[in-house]
């Protein structure tokens, strides 16, 4: 068997042990499911489990960091003479096609969430994680050392948009589009601090 080839088996693998979890954290709860279940739902040993995961919870969280960690260096590549809120949105809008290949992954992934408040509390950990990278990857683009409270906001801001164009986008059709969702976000978010009247 060539590298390459353990390479994919062992993505498969993964991608298997995640998707029997969601499946069961969204159907009988987080709390409920153990990793013999889920391994045994993946048609896995429970050995095989740990060899990819050190924890049930870690197959939840699972690619949530590459995601926010890739936002960083797409934000960097944006021009320069573009605004920062533009260079986020389309930072976000350029990933968009990350997300919607995982369209069901991520449906399971908030009902697993939901099911379980030790989750919702790891879950709000994360955002804060999060929104701290996107402070420092905007100070860099500012050229600051360390993010100051604007960078901190404007990142707070951007992060609430995101999360609230997924949970629109995941509400619609199948065929919905997150860029979509992102630009309206944005839009809304500018007619807001703008002070535009919506009718």
Not at 103 to 115: G, H, P, T
Not at 163 to 173: D, K, N
Request: proline share 4%.
């Amino acid at each position: 068997m060539t590298g390459s080839t353990r390479a994919a088996n062992a993505a498969q693998r993964r991608n298997d042990l995640i998707e029997a979890a969601l499946r069961l954290f969204a159907t009988q709860g987080y709390d409920e499911t153990g990793t013999d279940q889920i391994a045994e739902e993946a048609g896995v040993s429970p050995r095989t489990f740990f060899r990819y995961f050190p924890t049930k919870e870690s197959v939840l969280f699972f690619g949530e960091y590459d995601f926010i960690r890739s936002f960083g260096d797409v934000l960097l590549a944006q021009p320069a003479d573009v605004a920062d809120l533009d260079a986020i949105r389309d930072a976000l809008v350029v990933l968009a096609p990350v997300i919607e290949r995982i369209r069901e992954r991520i449906r399971l992934y908030e009902q697993a969430i939901a099911s379980s408040p030790i989750l919702r509390g790891r879950a709000d950990v994360n955002s804060q994680e999060h929104i701290a990278h996107m402070a420092e990857a905007i100070a860099r683009r500012r050229g600051l050392d360390e993010p100051d409270a604007g960078c901190t906001l404007l990142a707070t801001v951007s992060h609430a948009v995101l999360r609230q164009a997924i949970f629109g986008w995941l509400q619609g059709p199948a065929s919905a589009s997150t860029a979509a969702a992102l630009h309206d976000g944005f839009a809304l978010l500018r007619a807001e601090v703008g002070g535009q009247q919506r009718r």
